[in-house]
C-alpha cells in the first residue's frame, strides 16, 4: 500500500473557506484504479497558519502515481489555483510505501 499526503499552510481565519473548498470539490477518484480511501485532516493552529493535509490510499505507488498522469487528476485539480490567496506558499508532497 502507498500513502500520498499534501501539507497545506493555511492562512489563520480562511479555514472555513479551504474546508469547504475540498468539501465540494469533486476529487475525480471514484473509479480510479488502485484507489483506496481520501481524508482531509487538520493539524495543530501555529502562530501564522493551520496545517491541513490531503491524505490518500492507493493500492501501489504506481497506481498514485499513474493517477497523476491522468484525465482525472487534471479534472481534480483545474482551477486550482484561484484559491492561492488562502496559503502559505506552495503544498508540500510527501509519499510513503506502507510497510505494516
Same mark, same amino acid.
Given at each position: 500500500?502507498?500513502?500520498?499526503?499534501?501539507?497545506?499552510?493555511?492562512?489563520?481565519?480562511?479555514?472555513?473557506?479551504?474546508?469547504?473548498?475540498?468539501? #465540494?470539490?469533486?476529487?475525480?477518484? +471514484?473509479? @480510479?484504479?488502485?484507489? $483506496?480511501?481520501?481524508?482531509?485532516?487538520?493539524?495543530? !493552529?501555529?502562530?501564522?497558519?493551520?496545517?491541513?493535509?490531503?491524505?490518500? #490510499?492507493?493500492?501501489?505507488?504506481? +497506481?498514485? @502515481?499513474?493517477?497523476? $498522469?491522468?484525465?482525472?487528476?487534471?479534472?481534480?485539480? !483545474?482551477?486550482?489555483?484561484?484559491?492561492?490567496?488562502?496559503?502559505?506558499?506552495?503544498?508540500?508532497?510527501?509519499?510513503?510505501? @506502507?510497510?505494516?
Amino acid at each position: 500500500m502507498y500513502i500520498a499526503m499534501n501539507r497545506f499552510k493555511i492562512i489563520l481565519g480562511r479555514e472555513t473557506e479551504f474546508e469547504k473548498i475540498w468539501k #465540494e470539490r469533486d476529487t475525480h477518484l +471514484d473509479d @480510479v484504479p488502485g484507489f $483506496k480511501k481520501f481524508n482531509l485532516i487538520k493539524g495543530k !493552529k501555529q502562530d501564522t497558519f493551520r496545517l491541513y493535509a490531503s491524505h490518500s #490510499e492507493w493500492n501501489s505507488e504506481q +497506481d498514485f @502515481v499513474n493517477w497523476t $498522469k491522468s484525465d482525472a487528476f487534471r479534472q481534480a485539480h !483545474k482551477g486550482a489555483g484561484q484559491h492561492s490567496d488562502i496559503y502559505l506558499g506552495h503544498p508540500v508532497f510527501e509519499g510513503f510505501e @506502507v510497510i505494516i
